[in-house]
């Protein structure tokens, strides 16, 4: 978590110290979500004070935080950006009232505007094979970037959670991996057999990468040739690279291979409980949001399960 800048006030800034203090240490957040915090309540402070020098956030209103929301709106803020601030604001009014520093939680009935619920594009599953059937045998690059793809798109990965990922986290004996997710949750995820090859195939090439590791990424299951754990920004590019020699005609990044493979699970399962588990889904609603069925499928059901569409 990097630290706010000391262009506040030292009664903005405390508060906002204390509070991602808090959130790290007693609420166990991330460094990408810390940030997201500081950087989204560092700019309303930044704004609020301005335009009056007096305010601070033991003190700061219900109408001074409508004025900067209308601010980011009349600039053409998406309404997700709008969103992501008012949740900021309000875990930390929460926490001012927690710690007996305000009575009040001034950012509890802010309106947020609806954000569209668009669905991420996935590949069908001859797109899918395509993609993967690069020959890798005389390519130690080729063999760890299959080793990545067929990892994503066989257990459903983040990026974040492909690149966290140590050798230590495989059980081969029971085909299974051990995956840190989001607010460092963990979950265990089947690996097919040919993800299972491919894994296999890259650690017999690993040691060509791992002579000169430093100690944090000793255990790293993917590395790159500059002898450290693999960066999500590389991951990125291997992936747009192969889709680019394979011949597919669109941008493919690593969340589309994991929402490709929720999709075609849960074409052939029906089973959405167990596509959530799979994919480390807190709630069902946002399984929905990633999964999406065609119409003729849902008919069909429809046909088949209710009492009234039965056919005799």
Known sequence: MTQPEPLLAPQWLQPLQDFLAYLQFERGYSSKTLDSYQRQLQQLALSVAATDATSHWLNVTEDQLKQHITGLRRCGAKPRTIALKVAALRSLFRYLQGQAKRSDNPAQYLSVPKAARSLPK??????????????SSDDILACRDKAMLELFYSSGLRLEELVNADLRDIDWQQQLLRVTGKGSKQRIVP?????????????????????????????????????????????RERV?????????????HPHMLRHSFASHMLESSQDLRAVQELLGHANLSTTQVYTHLDFAHLAKVYDNAHPRAKKK
């Open 122 to 135: 996935n590949l069908n599953v001859d797109q899918l094979n395509h993609l993967l059937s690069f020959d």
């Open 191 to 235: 690996v097919g057999k040919i993800a299972l090859t491919a894994l296999q195939d890259w650690l017999k090439q690993r040691p060509a990468f791992a002579a000169k590791l430093p100690e944090e990424d000793a255990n790293a299951l993917f590395i790159s040739k500059q002898h450290k754990r693999i960066s999500a920004r590389h991951v």
């Open 240 to 252: 747009q690279l192969w889709a680019k020699q394979q011949g597919l005609n669109q941008h493919v």
